[in-house]
């Protein structure tokens, strides 16, 4: 069965350091999430995308953060200066179409730990 | 804004029902979903119903909506151990694409 796969699994970063997250999504789908989830908190919508570019982002996306697919296969979230607060499970999720009635499929979620 | 609210834990016997419950507060919502994460897992869909629709069965899972209270409810008929999870009730905010979750319940099957 096709699935959403991230890597790593966990990664130790220092404050400070750029940290790219990594997410290959379903092969023919179309739109493509990251959601967060700091620990005993909720899972938050961070950003959707679509047809190369971001489709909607929530005000915790900020000028630190970028996503990309830069080869048709990968998608990536980075974060340019880690700060202790951005340490949380980094949910990476696709969908075959954009509505609201489509499953969107996610990844186990990488651990982000900021020391 | 929006936001969505459970119970966080819930323990039943093997066999017995369980029910989680959810409240939202987005009454523009056109779907609410169920998703399950099992340890060391994603976050798997269940189910999910149109907000026009009253109940939703599929096999053991019952989905009831009360849209005037808000209310959402899953339950699992005759709940196996390999139920143990963390529930996660979510909405769709403002009829986009961008899900908002509740915090999750930790469903606890006693043998």
């Known amino acids: 069965e096709p699935e959403v796969t991230q890597t790593p699994s966990h990664q130790v970063t220092q404050m400070g350091q750029e940290v790219i997250l990594r997410c290959v999504p379903i092969s023919n789908h179309l739109y493509f999430y990251w959601y967060r989830q700091i620990l005993g908190q909720k899972v938050e919508f961070l950003v959707s995308?679509?047809?190369?570019?971001?489709?909607?982002k929530s005000e915790i996306f900020d000028d630190q953060f970028s996503v990309e697919r830069p080869d048709g296969s990968n998608f990536t979230l980075k974060i340019r200066s880690t700060k202790l607060e951005d340490s949380a499970m980094y949910f990476c999720a696709s969908s075959p179409t954009g509505t609201m009635n489509t499953e969107a499929f996610f990844g186990q979620g990488t651990r982000l730990t900021v020391v | 804004g929006e936001d969505v609210e459970q119970s966080l834990f819930l323990s039943v016997r093997e066999g017995d029902s369980s029910v989680i419950n959810c409240t939202y507060t987005?009454?523009?919502?056109?779907?609410l979903y169920w998703y399950k994460q099992e340890p060391g897992a994603g976050l798997q869909l269940l189910t999910y119903i149109f907000s026009n629709m009253d109940m939703k069965q599929d096999q053991r899972l019952t989905v009831l909506l009360n849209k005037k209270d808000k209310h959402l409810s899953l339950r699992i008929a005759d709940t196996q151990t390999g139920d143990s999870a963390i529930y996660f009730c979510?909405?769709?905010?403002?009829?986009?694409?961008?899900?908002?979750f509740g915090s999750g319940t930790r469903l606890l099957v006693r043998p």
């Open positions: 979510a909405e769709n905010e403002d009829s986009s694409y961008k899900l908002i």
């Open positions: 995308f679509y047809n190369n570019e971001i489709s909607e």
């Open positions: 987005d009454s523009s919502s056109t779907y």
